[in-house]
């Protein structure tokens, strides 16, 4: 079974399977396209199972490694590889992808190839971003997936769509910019674009530390961190539910995967030097923004603004460098990958009713719609961190690692579920109970079969990973082991 190039497969049956769905041509074929764009989608997830029934949870290797030859004269290899660091993003990609086709099934009715075929494309392009072992090739998938997002975001948006959209490019690119020179440096000082190689390069401090930077400033925007995070509310108000969906789920963890693959263990010695200014702009993300989410009137910003504050636990657990941080910083964002995915999907519920994200335009939508209420208590329950909620999970462990590191940390970490829990639950009052007030509201519909299928499916992950975690923590302890020896080694002498 490892023979079968199963990383490639993730990665190229959605970009291939979205070229297809792009040839299905225009709107009068659509349905057609929506059959060819879930198949794909659901090939595209079953190819990843292997991935985890085959993984090696005692081996902290790079496992189901693919090479060849790319670019000979520059030493550029297609290099694809993937620990126990990176197995479940990959899984969660493809898992997302499925109900973000399902999703849009009959809410897009305008370019829906071209719509179905941007998720696709975008699917492959991230898989690529987790599989990646060469440094070129990384930043190839990296740079190309904002081509379909930013697409997503600008075509089947809100009003201001193009604006958002643009901004969304111009900060992950400007961001990503220091990246590129890092890499051409790299690839200078060692003859290779081998990340694995560059774990092993000899660097001064100096070096470290500029190097350091730079990914701070590609990683960070994409979290993306305090204070380059004004991006996202407007991206995530602006864009379509499945974008918001991809945006939330999978997109702001490619810039805190960066972190863990690149500037720990490539510059270990800047990493732990530095690691209080990181620890510092987390808490701020942590508490400041949960602040700011208090003050919104439009559900979409404020659960975007839940997302900055719950990715801010995921530096901060990064870079307390201990296994309870580490762990339960990735743990953090596979949950947040299921609760914010839903969260949004909810308000898409709403808003294809209603065409309305106001909170203040709602209220007694529990009297017209009591199933969705449910689903949508669950997950604003995870949202807050509820034990038994895949959301508790992340959060404590983070918590705990950051107790183990400085108390006085853990304290104003843990503050998160206090704010947390005002913010969601405010916005969960003011909109599912009390009396009808709005009378569009009176003539709301329940969830249908499709929408119930979507939302069940995310209720059982989140209480899955919520009631017993082991299957998803049990991959990652090697990897994390090793990850930690080899950054507390550090370069220097």
């Known amino acids: 079974m490892t023979d079968i190039p199963f990383l490639s497969l993730a990665i190229w049956i959605p970009i291939l399977g979205g070229l297809l769905v792009l040839a299905t041509g225009p709107d009068r074929n659509a349905r057609m396209a929506r059959v060819v764009a879930l198949l794909t989608a659901i090939l595209g997830f079953a190819v990843t199972l292997p991935l985890y029934i085959g993984f090696d949870a005692a081996s902290a290797a790079m496992q189901f490694r693919e090479h060849a030859v790319w670019i000979a004269h520059f030493n550029i290899h297609y290099r694809l590889g993937i620990d126990g660091i990176s197995l479940w993003f990959v899984l969660l990609n493809a898992f997302i992808t499925i109900l973000v086709v399902i999703a849009g099934w009959q809410v897009i009715q305008s370019r829906v190839a071209q719509y179905m075929a941007a998720f696709l494309i975008m699917s492959g392009l991230m898989n690529g971003i987790f599989a990646a072992l060469d440094g070129a090739l990384f930043y190839v998938f990296f740079e190309a997936s904002l081509i379909p997002l930013y697409l997503v975001i600008g075509v089947w948006g809100g009003p ?77 108000v602006e864009a379509p539910t499945g974008g918001s969906v991809v945006l939330a789920a999978i997109a702001l963890k490619l810039g805190a995967y960066g972190f863990v693959r690149f500037s720990l263990p490539i510059v270990p010695d800047a ?163 009390g009396a009808v007030a709005n009378e569009n509201v009176a003539g709301l519909a329940d969830i249908g079969a499709r929408e119930c299928l979507i939302l069940a499916v995310l209720a059982a992950c989140v209480l899955a990973m919520g009631i017993y975690p082991f299957p998803f923590t049990d991959v990652m302890h090697t990897s994390v082991d090793e990850l930690l020896r080899h950054v507390s080694a550090g370069k220097l002498p």
């Open 160 to 236: 201001n769509r193009v604006r958002a959209a643009i901004k969304f490019f111009l900060f992950t690119l400007a961001g990503s910019l220091p990246m590129l020179l890092v890499l051409l440096y790299l690839y200078q000082s060692t003859g290779s674009f081998e990340i694995l190689h560059w774990q092993r390069a000899a660097l001064s401090m100096g070096e470290q530390s500029l190097i350091f930077f730079a990914f701070l400033a590609a990683f960070g925007v994409k979290v993306p961190m305090w204070p380059v995070h004004t991006w996202l509310p407007d991206a995530h």
């Open 271 to 433: 990493a732990m030097a530095h690691a209080p200014l990181v620890i510092a702009l987390s808490l701020i993300a942590v508490v400041y923004i949960g602040f700011v989410a208090l003050a919104q009137a439009d559900m979409k910003k404020l659960v975007a603004y839940s997302s900055i504050s719950h990715m801010g636990f995921v530096t901060l657990g990064f870079f307390m460098l201990n296994p309870l941080g580490v762990e339960g910083a990735l743990i953090q964002m596979i949950s947040h990958g299921f609760v914010s995915a839903a969260m949004f999907l909810c308000i898409g519920v709403l808003y294809d009713r209603m065409h309305s994200r106001q909170i203040a335009d709602y209220g007694g939508v529990v009297n017209t719609m009591p199933k969705f209420a449910a689903f949508f208590m669950l997950f604003a329950m995870a949202n807050c961190g509820l034990p038994a909620t895949s959301g508790f999970v992340g959060e404590f462990t983070v918590i705990l690692g950051a107790v183990q590191y400085n108390f006085w940390i853990g304290l104003l970490a843990a503050t998160t579920l206090i704010l947390g829990a005002a913010y969601t639950l405010w916005m969960y009052k003011r909109v599912v109970f």
